[in-house]
């Protein structure tokens, strides 16, 4: 607080004295203090100046006093109270500067204070102004970078279109409402429109409605699973080409997972089907080549087999017996190389199967040593057989598959033994569960393998190489062929062998003891009146003779007009039918003769060479049976008995059973459905089904060539829609034949669908060619009844 100063103390307490006393009160002391010191003054002043005192001096004293004192007094207490107004003022003043100077002390305080947070601030915002020009520096860069990274991104967007474009490939995309977002310029040369016109578009503006509407369900479920699909399909393009792509369909997102539709990829695959499908046709071609030179070398085979055998039950000398034994047995195993060639194209296409028959061990064993000790024989070597009893009297087994793996074994030990002997034994074990396993041995004393080289003789087309027996070669099939059947046999076939000491070759099969009756061994009927349709004089020959040896008669027919003219004259006891004749085939014939219900009492034979078709596709063709080139007398008495004389086993009630002959009624009722055909010309007249016709004519080489190629892909499904798409349109025309090899293609969930829809597939289009034909020659009918 302001304290007052030792200076002025005086001047205040006067102040204060004359406010506090009163100003009228002090002017009246005053003016008497003032008169008495003016008339003191004035008589001391007279009195040292020598002269008298006179009243007047001390009235005009009092008068001047009087007149001068109360301005003075006046003025002064005005001063007075002014100065006490202004030491007033001046005190608050003074209260208020020290309030100010508090206050100017607590600003500045707060002043420094906040001049230490601003400092602190300005320390922040420099470090963060550093910050932020560092952040502008990296954003600088950032930017940068991202302007690189937006050019490159441009350039490779432009890289990405050019190769798009170049590509190919078809390639789209598509939004969630199936409209075209974009594409490549495959695809504009497909639909023939540019981009910019494609965009928006749905399938059904751009492509047929068929096509589209398959495509649409494809993407469907893509957009369901939300997974990818993949189908072929024949696209046309803009120019009317047609292609056929392998569409690739997927589903595409955005970066925060959302989908935006799906892309299509589409590589061109026609080339590549068309190449497929060439080699199916060289398959083809090769089995059909296989087929006609079966025909053509079993011919002249026929004639060898069959006339060597008879020759040699003729009254001959020691040495013309031997050379008529030498060629049976050369024939036989020429016969035993072709039906290794036969196997093996079975095995390229999974078509060999097993065909089991009852068959009795020993029969088998001596029947296959007879002709393998011709061969040895021949050599001066000695074949030694050995059945171990106890043998199973009657097996299940395919004998064909088991002589031939046998031969061929056989076959090599006599090859590749120069002197010795060649040993063969056959054993089997005890039944279980009505299962023995057989084992054949064959022992050489050969030049043998080396060890190095046993683990390859199986493989196809491998000979083992023998440096001092270059004489021996083959066709490096026969073994390869023989693991295969016997895997397919269920057994196992193993091999030791020692360099010039011999092999040693172990067969096992499981089999199946048999309960069924064996086939007779002996002819039971005789006297047949047999109408033979062979066009080959030698095969006459043969089979002439060795039927008259037999005891049946025999009528010869060289075509198969002749046998139809024959059958129409005669009614035989049995026709047995060449298939290859050179007017008709030996189908077309016994389609003729079931047709005039010229054999409904007579069983029709096929004669063939040809082993690449099932018995059940000559079955199916109206035949009852079938004896395969060359003509053994085994198999004809098995047929002949079987179609005449071979009674059906009773059944559990002791009834006789009659044996089931397969329908051999295939007339034009089973190619045509002749009721809806006629219904469809009283309906709507000739020249309208004529018309349907031409256009099912017309459209079957696109159904079979998509079929085809379909097959060749392996797409099982394709392949079924087509067949359905096939089996609608000929039943539309009334080809039910047609219609019903097709349903058997459409029904993929067969079991054995892979295993036969080659052959289905080549029979419908072999039916397709015959059928179509007929149909042709049933509307000409039509129009001469009118």
Not at 423 to 440: F, W
Not at 608 to 617: D, G, S, W, Y
């Amino acid at each position: 607080m302001h304290q007052d100063s030792p200076n002025d103390s005086w001047a205040i307490r006067i102040a204060q004295f004359v406010k506090r006393f009163g100003t009228l009160k002090l002017s009246i002391l005053f003016v008497l203090v003032t008169l008495v010191f003016t008339l003191g003054s004035s008589y001391v002043v007279r009195v040292s100046l020598g002269k008298s005192v006179q009243p007047d001096d001390f009235i005009i004293a009092i008068i001047i006093t009087l007149l001068s004192a109360p301005w003075v007094l006046y003025f002064f207490s005005e001063l007075v109270k002014q100065l006490e107004n202004s030491r007033t003022n001046l005190k608050e003043v003074v209260s208020q500067l020290e309030r100010l100077r508090e206050e100017d002390v607590f600003l500045n305080r707060e002043l420094q204070s906040n001049i230490r947070q601003l400092n602190h601030e300005i320390e922040q915002r420099k470090q963060a102004q550093n910050e932020r020009e560092a952040v502008f520096k990296e954003l600088e860069k950032e930017i940068d970078d991202k302007s690189y990274s937006e050019e490159q991104a441009r350039r490779l967007s432009t890289l990405l279109r050019s190769i798009i474009d170049a590509s190919p490939d078809l390639i789209y995309y598509r939004n969630e409402e199936g409209r075209f977002a974009g594409c490549n310029r495959i695809a504009e040369l497909l639909t023939g429109k540019t981009e910019e016109e494609l965009v928006g578009l749905t399938l059904h503006d751009v492509f047929e409605e068929e096509l589209a509407s398959q495509i649409v369900a494809s993407d469907q479920e893509v957009l369901e699973t939300n997974a990818s699909i993949t189908e072929d399909l024949w696209l046309r393009f803009a120019d009317g080409r047609r292609r056929y792509f392998e569409m690739k369909r997927v589903p595409f997102f955005d970066a925060a997972g959302n989908r935006l539709g799906l892309l299509a990829f589409g590589r061109d695959m026609t080339e590549r089907k068309q190449a497929e499908s060439a080699a199916a046709k060289a398959s083809t071609d090769k089995t059909r080549f296989i087929a006609t030179i079966s025909h053509e070398l079993r011919t002249p085979l026929n004639g060898i087999v069959g006339l060597s055998r008879m020759l040699r039950d003729t009254d001959l000398s020691e040495e013309q017996f031997n050379w008529v034994s030498t060629i049976y047995a050369s024939a036989i195993t020429l016969g035993n190389i072709f039906n290794d060639i036969i196997d093996l194209d079975k095995l390229d296409r999974d078509k060999l199967e097993l065909s089991l028959k009852t068959v009795s061990l020993r029969d088998f064993t001596e029947e296959l040593s007879s002709i393998i000790r011709l061969l040895a024989a021949d050599k001066g070597l000695e074949l030694v057989t050995t059945i171990n009893e106890p043998l199973p009297h009657q097996v299940e087994v395919d004998g064909t598959r088991l002589r031939q793996i046998l031969w061929n074994i056989l076959f090599n030990a006599v090859k590749f033994t120069q002197k010795g002997e060649i040993s063969l034994q056959v054993s089997a074990t005890e039944p279980a569960n009505d299962i023995s396993m057989v084992t054949y041995v064959v022992q050489d004393t050969g030049v043998g393998i080396p060890e190095s080289e046993i683990d390859k003789i199986f493989a196809m087309y491998y000979q083992v190489d023998h440096p001092n027996h270059q004489s021996a070669t083959g066709t490096g099939i026969g073994l390869a062929i023989c693991t295969q059947m016997v895997e397919l046999m269920n057994g196992e076939i193993r091999v030791s062998s020692e360099v010039n000491k011999g092999t040693r070759f172990e067969i096992e099969l499981p089999v199946q003891i048999s309960t069924k009756p064996m086939q007779a061994s002996k002819l039971l009927v005789t006297d047949l009146n047999i109408l033979l349709v062979e066009d080959i004089e030698l095969n006459v020959m043969v089979a002439k003779a060795l039927l008259e040896k037999l005891g049946q008669s025999v009528d010869v027919a060289m075509t198969g007009q002749e046998a139809i003219d024959k059958a129409r004259e005669t009614t035989y006891d049995l026709i047995l039918l060449d298939i290859q004749l050179p007017d008709m085939t030996g189908f077309d014939v016994a389609n003729v003769l079931h047709e005039e219900d010229l054999v409904m009492q007579t069983p029709i034979v096929a004669l063939t060479a040809n082993v690449i078709k099932k018995r059940e596709e000559y079955l199916q063709n109206g035949m009852d049976d079938v004896i395969a080139k060359p003509i053994k007398k085994s198999r004809v008495i098995e047929v002949f008995n079987l179609l005449f004389a071979e009674p059906a086993a009773p059944t559990p009630e002791g009834v006789e059973q009659k044996r089931d002959k397969p329908d051999t009624n295939k007339s034009l009722s089973n190619i045509l459905d002749m009721e809806l055909l006629q219904m469809l010309v009283d309906t709507i007249g000739e020249e309208m089904v004529r018309a349907s016709v031409k256009v099912f004519q017309e459209k079957m080489p696109e159904y079979m060539e998509i079929l085809q190629l379909s097959l060749s892909a392996d797409e099982k499904s394709e392949v079924c829609s087509q067949a359905h798409k096939i089996k609608g349109a000929a039943g539309s025309v009334g080809l039910s034949r047609v219609q019903r090899i097709a349903n058997q293609i459409q029904q993929g969930d067969h079991p054995a669908w892979w295993q036969n829809v080659h052959d289905w597939v080549e029979e419908l289009q072999m039916a397709v060619q015959h059928d179509m034909i007929a149909l042709d020659e049933w509307l000409n009918e039509q129009v001469l009844e009118d």
